[in-house]
């Protein structure tokens, strides 16, 4: 902001999920909730990012007029989700209850703000990078994983969601995407 005096572009990359031996998720069963983790979790990956584009939406606006001449491009919000958080892929399986719901969250947030900030040309996504190579994801890999290529090098993923929201147009906006820009379910 102090530079340009505005903001292109907001990556809300922060995100928890737990590792259950250090934390009390993710939790694989109902037996698991524990309310501070599950408040937390939600705090982290779905109030955090919207309380973060609030404050910077008024920086992010682009008028009507720079748009039309070609002046300066949409704005966009990129909230990092995860295919878990789509309640129609939710197939079963893994359980991770306050992840899921907080990252389903965080997606109806992304869609909502969507309808909202068009108007002031902002675009929004929601992005899930796929299985990366982070301390996040660390304690889920098994050997071998990284390499059969099921564990995807942070440099990989980052230059593959550059390319999805550099080729983003407005229909895209409000929607959940993979890594590789397919669309995912809601």
Same mark, same amino acid.
């Given at each position: 902001?102090? *530079?340009?005096?505005?903001?292109?572009?907001?990556?809300?990359?922060? @995100?928890?999920?737990? =590792?259950?031996?250090?934390?009390? @998720?993710?939790?694989?069963?109902?037996?698991?909730?524990?309310?501070?983790?599950?408040?937390?979790?939600?705090? %982290?990956? #779905?109030? @955090?990012?919207?309380?973060?584009?609030?404050?910077? %939406?008024?920086?992010?606006?682009?008028?009507?007029?720079? /748009?039309?001449? !070609?002046?300066? #491009?949409?704005? %966009?919000?990129?909230?990092?989700?995860?295919?878990?958080?789509?309640? #129609?892929?939710?197939? !079963?399986? /893994?359980?991770?209850?306050?992840?899921?719901?907080?990252? #389903?969250?965080?997606?109806?947030?992304?869609?909502?703000?969507?309808?909202?900030?068009?108007?002031?040309?902002?675009?929004?996504?929601? /992005?899930?990078?796929?299985?990366? =190579?982070?301390?996040?994801?660390?304690?889920?890999?098994?050997?071998?994983?990284?390499?059969?290529?099921?564990?995807?090098?942070? &440099?990989?993923?980052?230059?593959?969601?550059? =390319? %999805?929201?550099?080729?983003? =147009?407005?229909? *895209?906006?409000? !929607?959940?995407? &993979?890594?590789? !820009?397919?669309?995912?379910?809601?």
């Amino acid at each position: 902001k102090e *530079h340009n005096g505005r903001v292109d572009i907001l990556f809300n990359v922060a @995100g928890v999920l737990g =590792d259950s031996k250090n934390t009390p @998720g993710p939790e694989r069963n109902v037996t698991q909730f524990n309310q501070e983790w599950f408040e937390m979790q939600m705090n %982290v990956n #779905a109030i @955090g990012p919207m309380m973060i584009a609030q404050a910077l %939406v008024p920086f992010m606006k682009v008028s009507r007029k720079d /748009l039309k001449n !070609g002046s300066r #491009a949409q704005s %966009v919000v990129v909230n990092m989700s995860a295919r878990v958080g789509s309640i #129609a892929d939710n197939e !079963g399986g /893994l359980g991770w209850h306050s992840y899921r719901m907080s990252k #389903a969250a965080l997606n109806m947030g992304t869609r909502t703000l969507a309808h909202e900030l068009k108007r002031s040309g902002i675009w929004t996504i929601a /992005l899930y990078p796929g299985f990366t =190579d982070t301390a996040m994801s660390v304690p889920f890999q098994r050997p071998g994983m990284k390499e059969k290529g099921m564990i995807f090098p942070v &440099d990989f993923t980052v230059g593959r969601m550059l =390319d %999805v929201v550099e080729n983003m =147009d407005e229909k *895209h906006s409000g !929607g959940l995407f &993979d890594w590789s !820009g397919i669309a995912l379910p809601f």
